[in-house]
């Protein structure tokens, strides 16, 4: 993130001055090559986060007003500019315009070995409106229609092509709110072209559930926003971003636990209920967001570990139109950063929840079921809390009820054969209490349950997870 050279350091990067200049902000350009290169001989992609979709109003060192016009990128008028991020918006119809950000993005590709991007505020591109003060419902005339930017999204249907033609193994992801069709589909299949969209409903989700009590929350409702995305478009998914870790609102864990992640997230003190839950629930939304959300997931700054507290940009203080006062932080760099050592200490609660994230990863890279094209959701039961489903040859079982372990507990399944324990988020490494039995064999029986053709029974207690593998 904040590759590009910006001057508002508040903008998150997203204010770009300078297209064709790292930020100067964190070192010189032969670092950033450097530390890419670094990166590849780790075997990591590397990926841009990309703003082709507005500029910096700033006419001393930013492109507004670069020939006195203020249509010499951009269009003229109130449609050339962003009224809510007080930007400027590229005229994507300009032949001009189209060479100076097809070029870009070559540039960022071949000078710095960059393997992809992820383009910022497409939803923004897309439509005259940006997405702004709109509900999209998925009806077809939301998308294909006179509020349609059709230059810009002709723009972004090039620019993958030429991405794709040059490279084609490296990434484009998009960050679309809007369902847009056939978005993620190649473009000679009609495509707009991405390889992936950013499924950014789940993140809000997550933070509307969080808002209430756990014992309020619906499976039905977690499970279809989960899974309510186009058919054959890959997404990531995420359980936040800068969004939620950002000032203005909580990271997760901070949602879950509070002002007790100051005093009780030692192991060498007690816990409390609340720690207790934040953690179980934590690991909980996380391995469900990364199971049914889509087909690559992300972390973001911390939420690996569950890192309390937002980012804290220096910012003065302001008062806002309906005249509340903000107080600033004296401009202060202090927060402005994340401490990552919390993961690694382990004398830390953090140490068990990043252990968990690792365990995450290694299960996708040894059974792919991300990628997987078998999934089936067998039950979403609103009174147990319980949530099961298959993905790839794994069977998932979510306990998110609050008091309710269930012993003999029959769960669905394809196969038939052995079931073994491969991932447990009670257990004790992850800062679990450890009341699964991880080395018990789960036969199968041929008595259908839930639709599925073979079932077993298991033990779920509260406010666990936990995925089972046939024994090969």
């Known amino acids: 993130m904040a590759i590009q050279e910006h001057s508002y350091y508040g903008s998150f990067g997203y204010h770009v001055t300078n297209f064709f200049a790292p930020s100067s902000r964190f070192g010189t350009p032969e670092e950033l090559k450097s530390l890419i290169d670094r990166a590849h001989e780790l075997g990591l992609l590397v990926l841009m986060d990309v703003v082709h979709s507005h500029a910096s109003s700033n006419t001393l060192d930013g492109l507004n007003g670069f020939d006195g016009t203020d249509t010499h990128y951009f269009h003229s008028g109130p449609r050339g500019h962003h009224w809510m991020w007080d930007s400027r918006l590229f005229n994507y119809g300009n032949w001009e315009v189209l060479r100076f950000l097809l070029s870009n993005a070559r540039w960022w590709l071949e000078e710095y070995k960059f393997d992809g991007f992820r383009f910022d505020g497409v939803t923004s591109m897309m439509y005259t409106h940006h997405g702004l003060q709109v509900t999209f419902t998925g009806n077809f005339n939301e998308y294909f229609g006179f509020a349609t930017d059709v230059d810009a999204v002709v723009y972004l249907m090039l620019v993958n092509d030429l991405i794709h033609g040059l490279y084609p193994e490296a990434v484009t992801i998009g960050e679309d709110v809007s369902g847009m069709p056939t978005f993620a589909?190649?473009?000679?299949?009609?495509?707009?072209?991405?390889?992936?969209?950013?499924?950014?409903?789940?993140?809000?989700?997550?933070i509307d559930l969080l808002k209430q009590s756990d014992e309020t929350w619906k499976m039905g409702d977690i499970v279809h926003t989960l899974t309510n995305r186009r058919w054959l478009e890959k997404c990531v998914t995420y359980a936040e971003s800068h969004d939620q870790a950002l000032v203005g609102d909580k990271t997760i864990a901070f949602w879950l636990m509070d002002k007790d992640m100051y005093d009780f997230m030692a192991l060498d003190r007690p816990s409390t209920p609340t720690i207790d839950r934040g953690i179980a629930l934590h690991k909980m939304i996380r391995l469900i967001t990364m199971g049914l959300g889509g087909e690559g997931y992300l972390n973001f700054m911390g939420n690996e570990f569950g890192h309390p507290e937002w980012i804290d940009f220096p910012r003065g203080p302001q008062r806002l139109p309906s005249g509340k006062f903000i107080p600033g932080n004296n401009n202060s760099y202090d927060k402005c950063r994340r401490r990552?050592?919390?993961?690694d200490a382990d004398y830390l609660r953090y140490h068990g929840m990043q252990e968990f994230d690792q365990a995450m990863q290694h299960l996708e890279q040894k059974y792919e079921f991300m990628t997987s094209d078998h999934q089936y959701i067998s039950r979403k039961h609103e009174e147990d809390k319980v949530i099961v489903f298959e993905k790839g040859d794994l069977v998932f079982?979510?306990?998110?009820?609050?008091?309710?372990?269930?012993?003999?507990?029959?769960?669905?399944?394809?196969?038939?054969?052995v079931y073994k324990v491969v991932l447990d988020s009670d257990a004790g490494l992850f800062g679990g209490f450890s009341r699964i039995h991880h080395a018990a064999e789960h036969f199968t029986a041929d008595c259908s349950h839930d639709n599925r053709p073979y079932s077993f029974s298991v033990y779920t207690p509260s406010r666990t997870c936990v995925v089972y593998a046939p024994v090969e």
């Open 340 to 343: 990552f050592d919390l993961g």
């Open 185 to 206: 589909l190649p473009v000679h299949d009609g495509g707009v072209g991405f390889d992936y969209r950013m499924h950014m409903a789940v993140a809000d989700k997550w």
């Open 397 to 417: 079982v979510f306990n998110f009820h609050c008091n309710n372990s269930y012993f003999d507990y029959r769960i669905g399944c394809r196969k038939p054969g």
